[in-house]
């Protein structure tokens, strides 16, 4: 039997020229002047909810989505 999925919070980084954006359950939570800032701002809210409890994705929009292992 296979053990059941846990949601993730996916953590998005959108290319929104001229800046970035940080995206979360389609809401922008905040926009940057370059990708390390926002890349930066992803870590720090992904960190936090693991450390509450619930896992987290950060992904960039520009790549190529991932899943499984």
Do not use: C, V
């Amino acid at each position: 039997m296979a053990a059941p999925q846990i949601a993730r919070r996916i953590y998005t980084i959108i290319n929104a020229q001229p800046g970035w954006s940080l995206e979360h359950a389609g809401a922008i939570l905040d926009t940057f002047k370059t990708r390390e800032e926002a890349m930066a701002s992803a870590t720090r809210r992904a960190n936090a909810s693991q450390n509450s409890g619930h896992p987290a994705q950060i992904r960039f929009a520009d790549e190529p989505y991932l899943t499984g292992g």
